[in-house]
């Protein structure tokens, strides 16, 4: 059975291809089309996964999609009506409605056949059920409490549920206009950080400031007794407006969420790319703390209502790190699963193990423990595209390359390192990765500046062999997704300071050796004549979407100052 999942018309669009309930290939749209987090229809991404198996449209026996317009119908009307939401913003719904029900045709215009030769049966998912399904059926758990929290979708921004087997329950739900997501989004936009998904400068930013405007943030948000939060509506536009978002050209973007009443309280907002100052650093700390605070609050009513010691964490709050390395520590939780794509392109998977699990009644499938579903360029493929392009290259055994590339970083060097099928999700874990020894003091300028081209105070991350974290760390346990924030012991952060950020934290990636065994292997070597099990690891990219093919990371290492360029075992040098 062929289930093709995907999330359309939206940021960060997606296709997966689940194979009797197991997901054998998933990919981001913005891969293929190079514009980051690319809404509208995943055509791109659903040619690869159909291509990747080798079958036709023909052989998918269902199509879903982590979108339902008749979800929450009433509640939308009634909103409507009662608030004067504007005649631009009901229109825009209407025609994004429109194309969720045009799928098949779509499709039928991408393979350019009749819509009568799509046999599929497509199912409306809704967007946090398909949220909570890529967390939970995804997971190891039998039972878990589900928590999924994001912007909007489907007319609601967060759901809780508990679940069993291969069935949940939706237990509460906070709808339109109160959002988590928005609110974080909201001070995003107030901080000049304009673009879509730009969260996460924010989380970076945060460690520098001291968090001293929480008492300003509990006028803005406020939390509930019941467990969930609520916005104060004078310092948010789409209360009347809408949330008003656009993705001409693929690239999606937000109008300002906040109001005049924000200036009241902070100040004249930061307009991108003017100086950050001392309050907008210390509010950005504040952001981060209070809304680890309305988290917590929500996750411990939770566990007090379930009774739960597993907890799985979905939506695009999910993508906050230093959160979900703090969560087992201020709750009552004693394990948590996060996807390798808790953000939107995940309801791709998510939308069809619903319809696999919850629907069809079919059991579980082992949990994800993977993010390589993408795209896979073989050594003959690389080798063709650097004999047409005459770039000189030598070919090595494994020992060799391993040999080779860490001697390389010991001396100093910047590597690209890309290797097998790219990841999905948004964090690169070792297929599309930059890679440079965690000890050198200079790495994190020298990659802001002259690679990667970007804020000075973002971190970068570790990658580290899983049995070395509880001697670098102060938690341990498995992190395959980069999905948390760890402190680093004290007495490490002389031996890895590009990897320590100023709070003396590493968002990391434990390596298993079964899971990506060629580069727990290179860490592995590096670890043998270093002494440190640790590399950094940085995405394959320069502001644009990660890598996909060998053409995109041989671009890329042109045009910066890496020193070395591996595909599979191929490798290429300045």
Known sequence: MYILGINAYHGDSSACLLKDGVVICAAEEERFRRIKHWAGFPSEAVRFCLEDEEISIAQIDYI?????????????ILYSLCNTISLSAICDRLINLKKVNSVKTEIARLFNIPERLIKAQVYNIEHHRSHIASSFFASRFEKSAILSIDGFGDFTSTMTAIGDGNKFEV??????????????TAVTQFLGFPNYGDEYKVMGLAPYGEPRFLKELGEILSITEGGFFKL???????FKEGVNMDWKG?????EPLFTKEWNKCFGKNRENGDKLEKWHIDL???VQKFTEKVIFHMLNNLQKKTGAENICLTGGIAQNSVVNGRILENTNFKNIYIPPAGHDAGTSIGSALYLYNQILGHSRMPEISSAYFGKKSTQDEVMRILNKLGVKYSILSDDELFEKVSERLISGGVIGWFQGRAEFGSRALGHRSILVDPRRKDAKELLNKKIKKRESFRPFAPSILRESIKDYFMQDGSVPFMEKVFHIKTEKHAEIPAVTHVDGTGRLQSVDSKVSPRYYKLISKFAEKSGTPILLNTSFNENEPIVNKPEEALDCFFRTNMDMLVMENIVVER
């Not at 237990?171 to 974080?184: C, I, K, R, W």
């Not at 693929?250 to 937000?254: C, K, R, V």
């Open 64 to 76: 879903t999609i982590s979108r339902d317009p008749k979800a929450n119908l009433y509640k939308k």
């Open 171 to 184: 237990l509460e739900e906070v709808n339109f206009p109160h959002s988590l997501g928005l609110f974080y």
């Open 232 to 238: 104060n509506k004078k310092y948010f536009k789409h």
């Open 250 to 254: 693929g690239a999606p973007s937000i």
């Open 284 to 286: 950005a700390s504040s």
